[in-house]
């Protein structure tokens, strides 16, 4: 079982920052790709970012340059930093990893950024 723990939401105001923290229960040298996904209300879910084993990245056109994903291989995390933040940021963030075998999502976690 693969199971994952998300920190970090909460109200920031513009222009401010948040870490985003996915917690994995297993080594995340396990896992072959992880990543953050959000859905605004009225939209559909969408990549935010992502990190393979190998350490490759990926970013949404919208965040690139503010977010910046990554692991911590001591504490097994995924972690999303999140800079500069809009309003439009605003969503539901959820974390998921994949594996050979598995595709395991958190219960996500509610950033709200103000004007």
């Known amino acids: 079982q693969v199971q994952l723990v998300e920190s970090g939401g909460g109200l920031v105001q513009a222009g401010g920052s948040l870490r985003l923290s996915c917690a994995a229960s297993?080594?995340?040298?396990?896992?072959?790709?992880m990543g953050w996904y959000r859905q605004a209300p009225g939209k559909q879910r969408e990549l935010v970012a992502s990190?393979?084993?190998?350490?490759?990245?990926n970013y949404a056109d919208s965040v690139k340059g503010r977010f910046t994903i990554s692991r911590d291989n001591a504490k097994n995390t995924g972690d999303l930093q999140m800079n500069s933040l809009k309003p439009e940021d605003t969503a539901v963030y959820y974390c998921?990893?994949?594996?050979?075998?598995?595709?395991?999502w958190g219960q996500g976690t509610q950033v709200t950024v103000s004007s």
């Open positions: 297993i080594s995340i040298y396990s896992i072959s790709s």
């Open positions: 998921n990893a994949k594996g050979y075998g598995y595709d395991v």
């Open positions: 990190i393979t084993w190998g350490g490759s990245t």
